[in-house]
């Protein structure tokens, strides 16, 4: 499988390559005849679309047919990631494949629902029973693959379909694909997760890049060898791929790279502003309570005692647990026994220093008082109550 860059990716696909034989081994077996589906799972920004667009360039060598949709929360109308899919229009001009019968019942079908939503019950039991049979005789004529990406933000009758086939087992002559985050329980997902691994799905994890792809994907997106004060930046993504590439192109286009030698490097300061305004940006769709949060945990430093993160907030344990459960979900936080840690220093440095500066002089004044309670070291406290002058 390759790993050249498909149309509309936004950087290169390195450090992949285990994952990418087993997708090729899943994409031949579906062209075999034999049903497979995969869950991929992983952080924002880990790569997920990148690596399934690989999946395009197999497809065609292995004359297998490829659809794919992606689902999001700001097209939540019934069924949208399922006919995004697998709904075919002809074109304006009369050309290009024309809709099956059950394709034209389908569309007649969602047009009258979204026409009328009120009266569409029946209507829905039926669009589910024909998407169903959509998708499982997709394969008749010949092997091919659906991807459907984000998932957790799918809209519920796409998954109730989806929960349907899990249960009648794999699609046949089909490598299904459903890509996710880790998000925080959602009642739905979570169903159809434990469904389609009864049903024998393959659950596939990618986790952030090792610290020699992280550079190998620097040295893509810059044309060369990186230097020390880059690589040092680049350390702070957490390996992954999105970031890496907000710092590069942060760089670039704030003029902080140099040429010497041969070797590009990043020189001043003045570019890591901006790139804590998109590294923020990239985060929002956690929520002002969730940031707010995470907000005060980057004033503890890199790694933090939940009960210290509870006392710095005035809120009782519980609620902070409850609160961080986003974080954790998506990786921005990680558990490591009793304590929790940022999964990008990149992002807590961007929080930290999105924080008011009166806010975070307080935040530390709270925090060596909060911390001194707590029995740590008198330096740990001297150093906050330094930093909340």
Not at 243 to 259: C, P, S
Request: charged share 25%; hydrophobic share 45%.
């Amino acid at each position: 499988m390759s790993t050249s860059a498909e149309p509309g990716r936004t950087w290169p696909l390195v450090g992949r390559a285990a994952e990418l034989d087993d997708l090729d081994d899943l994409l031949s077996t579906a062209a075999d005849g034999v049903g497979v589906t995969v869950l991929l799972e992983g952080e924002a920004g880990v790569g997920k679309t990148s690596l399934v667009d690989a999946l395009r360039g197999s497809a065609r060598l292995l004359d297998v047919e490829l659809r794919a949709a992606q689902a999001t929360a700001l097209r939540g109308w019934p069924f949208a990631l399922l006919s995004d899919a697998l709904l075919v229009r002809a074109s304006a001009a009369g050309h290009g494949p024309g809709r099956s019968p059950v394709e034209t019942e389908l569309a007649d079908l969602l047009d009258a629902m979204y026409a009328d939503p009120a009266s569409s019950v029946a209507r829905y039991d039926r669009a589910t029973e024909l998407f169903a049979a959509l998708l499982r005789r997709h394969g008749d004529l010949r092997p091919w693959a659906l991807v459907l990406e984000d998932v957790h933000e799918a809209d519920a009758p796409s998954l109730a379909v989806l929960l349907q086939l899990a249960r009648e087992g794999a699609v046949p002559r089909a490598l299904v694909v459903l890509t996710m985050r880790p998000v925080p329980y959602r009642p739905e997902l979570a169903e159809l997760v434990a469904a389609w691994t009864r049903a024998g799905a393959r659950y596939l994890e990618l986790r952030p890049l090792n610290a020699r792809a992280t550079v190998e994907l620097a040295e893509n997106l810059v044309g060369g060898p990186v230097g020390p004060s880059l690589r040092g930046t680049l350390a702070t993504t957490g390996g992954n791929p999105r970031l890496i590439a907000d710092v590069v192109r942060t760089a670039r286009a704030a003029g902080a790279l140099v040429a010497s030698d041969g070797v590009l490097d990043s020189t001043g300061t003045r570019w890591m502003t901006p790139l804590d305004d998109v590294v923020r940006r990239r985060v929002e769709y956690l929520g002002a309570d969730v940031l707010a949060l995470l907000g005060q945990a980057s004033v503890l430093g890199t790694s933090f005692v939940i009960a210290d993160l509870a006392s710095l907030a005035g809120d009782p344990v519980a609620d902070c647990w409850r609160t961080l459960r986003h974080g954790l979900a998506a990786g921005v936080v990680r558990a490591r026994g009793d304590r929790l840690v940022f999964g990008h220093d990149l992002v807590r440095e961007a929080l930290y220093n999105g924080l008011d500066p009166d806010e975070r002089r307080a935040l530390h004044a709270r925090a060596a008082w909060a911390l001194r309670q707590a029995g740590a070291p008198n330096q740990i406290v001297t150093g906050h109550l330094e930093r909340a002058r």
